[in-house]
């Protein structure tokens, strides 16, 4: 089966600080992308990062990092120097190649409070 | 990465009618999508929208409740209908790139809520 698990429903951090966000997967499609979006109270969706089953480097983008272990199926976020506006849901994502839908599955997110 | 509209932004609708939602890009694109996200939940898929042909839609959803137009590669609409409460989420359209990365990218959304 196809899916996506964050285990942290809500997480605090103090700003300026890291933290990491959990995501584990399971699927049995050799190659797939994983994905993390951020969703502010507004509802809209932004895209952070990108990694691909293959990739042999870990992403990154500006403060955003993605952690990649393809052995233990977990692909966490690490927001580094986290500032009051990264106070949103995160939700990781996984686009298995083999799925002909091209859908992407969603974990069920995590709500993350930067505290100043 | 395109830019992408959703018009309305929220609506508030009386149970038994429908809403249609508008989507539209700055670019052509091959993939657009339709998601809803229920309240306190995470995103589910409602169908892909093909441009030319009849939508693709994920299991749990039809066609009757959630008609789609794809007339070309910019635009899009969703048709929410015979609404109950059930019905109230956020809908969103998104787009998918053609870098080899199958990035989606996401219009800010359509609020509903069903009275």
């Known amino acids: 089966a196809q899916k996506i698990t964050q285990t942290q429903p809500g997480m605090f951090v103090q700003e300026k600080e890291a933290v990491t966000l959990d995501c584990t997967y399971d699927?049995?499609?050799?190659?797939?992308?994983l994905f993390w979006y951020k969703q502010p109270s507004s509802g809209e969706m932004i895209f952070l990062i990108y990694?691909?089953?293959?990739?042999?480097q870990n992403a990154t983008e500006g403060r955003y990092s993605l952690n990649f272990q393809k052995a233990r199926k977990s692909a966490n976020l690490v927001i580094s120097a986290s500032q009051l506006g990264d106070s949103a849901m995160y939700f990781c994502?996984?686009?298995?190649?083999?799925?002909?839908?091209?859908?992407?599955?969603f974990g069920s997110g995590t709500r993350l409070l930067v505290r100043p | 990465s395109a830019v992408i509209s959703q018009k309305p932004s929220r609506d508030i609708c009386q149970r038994g009618t429908s809403l249609t939602i508008q989507c539209q890009v700055d670019?052509?694109?091959?993939?657009m999508f339709w998601y809803r996200q229920q309240p306190g939940q995470s995103l589910t898929l409602i169908a892909t929208?093909?441009?030319?042909?009849?939508?693709?839609?994920e299991s749990g959803f039809v066609i009757d409740k959630f008609p789609i137009s794809r007339p070309n590669l910019t635009f899009s609409t969703l048709t929410v209908s015979n609404m109950s409460p059930e019905d109230s989420s956020i809908y969103l359209c998104?787009?998918?790139?053609?870098?080899?990365?199958?990035?989606?990218?996401f219009g800010p959304g359509t609020r509903l809520t069903v009275l």
């Open positions: 998104s787009v998918s790139t053609s870098d080899g990365t199958d990035t989606q990218y």
């Open positions: 699927t049995s499609d050799p190659s797939y992308g």
């Open positions: 990694q691909g089953s293959y990739d042999q």
């Open positions: 994502a996984m686009r298995p190649r083999m799925d002909s839908s091209y859908k992407l599955i």
């Open positions: 670019s052509q694109v091959t993939m």
């Open positions: 929208a093909n441009q030319g042909s009849e939508a693709t839609y």
